[in-house]
DNA sequence: GGTGTCTTCTTTTTT
DNA sequence: AGAAGACACC
């Protein structure tokens, strides 16, 4: 392949661009509209400090945050300068940190073969720490105090400044299940995603002279979406550069739609305060969208206040019109985005590959998938339940990394019965006691328990087999590669015929899903030479769904609003356009969260290239029925912008009276629900009558609480008095007919 | 200790 | 609507 000349590199960009690629002078930030080119940058500025010398390929760190953005980057840096790119530290904040505490994690009192628990694992964690902490989940639920603790780690805190903090009583319990989850990972050797970026700022700052040899190998580093980057990601970035003084932060505050992970876009509003010398470019020019389209997503975006001010221009012309389609409910709208796709296929000589379908949430994917099936247009979906969260594979991977690292009880934890082994509640309880008392890890316990008298004679000899089925593997795993041990371990647990006794389609996926697993093990090996069983587990668990999204196929996307960052199509449809939905009910009373709810429209829209289709249901199936309104976003886009097929459609006073079951007497529903808010409150008196869907018809005896907490208590005709929660419980208000 | 049924609870977005 | 947990029965 012949390399790139510097003329080369520079030639194909504009002038900003190619400035932004040639400036040499200190930080940079690089504020990038969608579509501007930005990707183009990055690597063409790597090529750049290649190709003349700034910098060795491995004294560069390039952070992106998904790793199939930087396998694309790898990519083009690749056709630009040649192998060197693969000595680039490029990957994920989370792999590269992964990679640097597995090789220096030792300072810190880190083992290499630690385990990285995904979020499932640590809420599991959680769970049993407040089982056993005796903290009901009635108003602190596993999920809370995940996102809780999350959140407190990406803020650089630990248990004891988190527990300094806490002021009202719940954060003093998430303070004191903080506590006891840290312990219990030390414990088994184990992180979580926080602690990846966590950790290496403790090992950092405690250990300057290590600091000190990475601020010096790198000597130019890169941030890609520097708006979604959370303090701790900001600290590490910051801390590795504060010698050479050499970043680049390349982001969009328009498309920070990640504040619910912890993303702080104070990170890139605040970087000129940060590093005051600063050069700043700004990408205005737009490559990929038509004028209409620009002009939609820009209006809508702009009724944010938190941003700074932008033009994105373009030289394209102004293509079609962004189309809205208002169906009577979501079928229709499925039935609409499928006649859509097969009248552009038909028409304009469409693929199905040039067609992405977006939505707010992953449960709205079903009908589309549906709709799609049925037409016989072939798609992807990218999201969802993900190959490597599936029970089955979790369960594979929980007798991997027991293996690896013997220490990690909660694998173990989830594998001791998986398949049956006659090990309940009791057995387990005894071999816990066991471990405590021996101040071992669960592990260590199960290799005693052949001998311990209080467990079951039965029972100690399906411990003892167990426990050399896993000694055997974890003596024998530096030998074989990570594919063949897994094969064998699971041959000798009997986990397959574990997975076919369940013969129905679901348990049939499941083998599949195995034998899917085991082959990617195997593609793993040969792809990596020295790819042993720790790297494997290392890379499986910072693996995302989009990681794996294979563009070449050529099926209609369909994925979420926040999985279509980076990418873009001919066509996109963004769908369930309604209030409550997008923007989502918990983020209408919040200005900052509606404000990110718009910035992701934003993000949506301006995935499109030629065309953009909108779509709202007026009447909505969310378990019970709920009726749409039109989203504000709609409102937002310029008419001149917007040509409307369909017609609104108020569902309202129109349900015959059959459509109550069981009332002998007439009762006509009123126009909505009154599952939340204020508004309907006023309804809902002690003494009126009400229709449950499941319930059927009652009285209200008692209410307490307000708005989304209201607590009702209601006499149900046919199952008595039941008190529920007003948010869920879906009432519909019943008023007498006067007319039957 | 396993299995089946009933009840309760959950619905955001994901590295 | 569907999953996970609780509970009861085997």
Known sequence: MALSSVEDILGKLNPVQREAVEYNGGPILILAGAGSGKTRVITHKIAYIIATRQAKPWEILALTFTNKAAGEMKERIRTLVGKGADLIWMGTFHSIFARILRKEGERIGLSRNFTIYDEEDQQGVIKGVMKELDLSAQELTPRTVR?????????????????????????????????????????????????????????????PDLLGVYQKQFS????????????????????????????????????????????????ILGFEQNYPNCKIFRLEQNYRSTKTILGAAGAVVSHNRRRKPKTLWTSRGDGE????????????????????????????????????????????????????????????????IRFYERREIKDV?????????????????????????????VTLSRLKELARQQGLSLFGALKLAGEEVSILPEK????????????????????????????????????????????????EDRVENVKELLRGM?????????????????????????????????????????????????????????????????????????????????????RAEERLLLSCAFRRRRFGGQYGIPSRFIDEVPTEYLETEGEDVTWGAAFSPEDITGTEKTYQRIEDEYSMGEEGDFRLKVGQTVHHSRFGRGRILGKSGFGEMTRLVVDFEKSGRKRLLLKYAHLQVLYEDEDS
């Open 147 to 207: 996102s809780r603790i999350n959140r407190a780690k990406d803020a650089l805190l630990g248990p004891g400044a988190y527990a300094e903090g806490a002021e009202d009583f719940i954060a003093q319990r998430v303070a004191q299940i903080y506590s006891e989850y840290e312990k219990r990972l030390q414990a088994a050797n184990a992180l979580d995603f926080a602690d990846l970026l966590l950790k290496p700022v403790r090992m950092f700052r405690s250990h």
């Open 220 to 267: 130019a580093i890169l941030v890609d979406e520097y708006q979604d980057t959370n303090h701790a990601q900001s600290v590490l970035t910051d801390l590795l550069a504060a010698r050479h003084r050499n970043i680049c932060v390349v982001g969009d505050d328009d498309q920070s739609i990640y504040s619910w992970r912890g993303a702080d876009v104070g990170n």
């Open 321 to 384: 019109v962004v189309t809205l389609m208002k169906m009577p409910d979501e079928r229709e709208e499925v039935l609409g985005v499928v006649r859509k796709i097969e009248t552009f296929m038909a028409e304009d000589k469409r693929q199905p590959r040039d067609f992405a379908v977006l939505y707010r949430t992953n449960a709205q994917s079903r009908g589309l998938e549906e709709g799609l099936r049925r037409a016989g247009i072939p798609y992807t979906i990218v999201g969802g």
């Open 397 to 425: 991977l929980a007798y991997l990394r027991v293996v690896v690292n013997p220490q990690d009880d909660f694998s173990l934890l989830r594998i001791i019965n998986v398949p049956p082994r006659g090990i309940g509640a």
């Open 460 to 507: 100690r000899k399906r411990l003892k087999q167990l426990n050399s089925v896993l000694k055997k593997y974890g003596s024998s795993r530096k030998k074989v590669s990570p594919g063949e041990l897994a094969r064998g371990l699971l041959d000798d647990v009997g986990y397959w015929e574990y997975l076919e006794q369940d013969s129905t389609p679901k348990g």
């Open 522 to 606: 195997e593609e793993f090996s040969t792809l990596h030479a020295e790819g042993n069983l720790e790297a494997f587990l290392a890379e499986v668990s910072l693996l995302t769904d989009i990681d794996s999204w294979d563009d070449r196929k050529n099926g209609v996307t369909m994925m979420t609003l926040h999985a279509a960052k980076g990418l873009e199509f001919p066509v996109v449809f963004i769908t369930g356009l309604e209030e409550g939905l997008f923007p989502l009910a918990s983020n209408l009373d919040d200005p900052a969260q509606l404000e990110e709810e718009r910035r992701l429209f934003y993000v949506g829209a301006t």
